[in-house]
């Protein structure tokens, strides 16, 4: 099976309520659509297998390959999320106003629910039990659904455009961020939400990040004046760190208390959290952009868009997009932790030590497209198994490098398609990914022993 996860990625069980179905409404908009009744409305469903050889190795109209070894074209237009639950449950958000549910015990190419908004779906996110679905969409609109009845549970309407979205590692409690600067947090219960909480500072600065503290009592979120603010979930009090340009994106190292903010300036600061009893934000390192490329050797879409205009390459092309630290990704336990990668939307890769500015390795793509995703993982049956660093590009490939030293392992092309999301599906004995590309499709992609020898 080409979706097949390995271990790493089971959802350990967790005690959760009955599922009632009395408390079902009929006004619900989910339900459950045979293969033919989602291609009459519009979808497309194809799955094809390309590892029997590259003689039917498919190209875009852009010319460039199509190196996966399965293609599921399930929307209509861009995916913008992809997330799995365990070996069984897939979902996907796209810029169709739908998100799909797989079961793929049952099929790997025909969704078994079709969840309709009213915006593009942004986010989609199963809780720790392998229970619910949370599928978020540009306008604010959350839905929660019931992977045991394919029924909604909940709608959420408080946010007003979603930022972002994820599940407690834990208990059954979702967060989100807005464009008004408010942090959100539900209990969800067998019912319906048990019990709400925002977290607000009063400035109106969109919350553009979040994400939470090993001890699941704290959770950092960046906003777009730049503040960092460590909120306390049970008081809701907070403290915080003013940055010198918006923060894009967070992270947090997952067994030390230390957190990343990747800012549009392009850079990157290392802050130490302190403890629950005795929370602070204190940095420590701050890791630059790398220098631009010189100006012969800059792509078109580098230069300024109007005659005689300077574009501030620095604060617009060095954004960091994405940030991870080792150890940090299922699979990547073993890839120590005790580095961080980072992705910038001028095509850069940065792998650094916590306390060395200096990077380990440096990569940029020939294209200077964004980079949209890295992960960590180790693949193979070596001891210590090799760790990879995978990304992800606006630029169509998906580029795996020895987390090492940094040497390209493998490039693989998804047909022309800029990848918005990826997922690691599992490590050994093969690599296997999760692409989630614009046009509509999910791209299987892999990465074997042979081509690591190479």
Known sequence: QLFQM?????????????????????GEILKVIPLDEFTESGGKVAFSDDEDGDDDQSTSGQGLPDDSVGTLECHQKDVFAVATSGS??????????????????KSESEPVLEITHTDSVTYVAFNKGETLLASGDMSGKIYITELSTLQRRIELDDCSDLEWLFWHHTSDILFAGDKEGLVWMWLIGGNGVAQSKIYSAGSGARCTCGVLLPDGKRLLAGYEDGNLRLWALKDQSHVSNRLATEVNTVEVH????????????????????GSVEEPWLKRHARFPPLPPPPKEDRMEHDEPVVEGEERD?????????????????????????????VGRNDGTVAVHGMDQCAPRFTYRNDSGQAITRVRWCTMGATVPPRPLLVTSSVDSFVRAHDARDGTMVKEACCGGDSVLDLVVLQSDPVCRLLAACSEGSIRVLQIDEEQQEQ
């Open 6 to 26: 390995d271990e790493d990625h089971r959802m350990e069980d967790e005690n959760v309520d009955e599922v009632d179905d009395d408390r079902l409404t009929e």
């Open 254 to 273: 997952p067994t030390q208390p230390i957190v990343a903010a990747g800012c549009i300036s392009g850079d990157v600061y290392m802050l130490n959290t």
């Open 313 to 341: 390459v620095e604060s617009i092309d060095s954004c960091v997009e994405t940030l991870a630290f080792g150890g940090a990704t299922p699979g990547a336990n073993r890839c120590g932790s005790n580095f961080i990668a």
């Open 88 to 105: 069984r449950w897939m979902a996907t958000g796209g810029e169709d106003d739908r998100a799909l549910l797989f079961d793929l015990e």
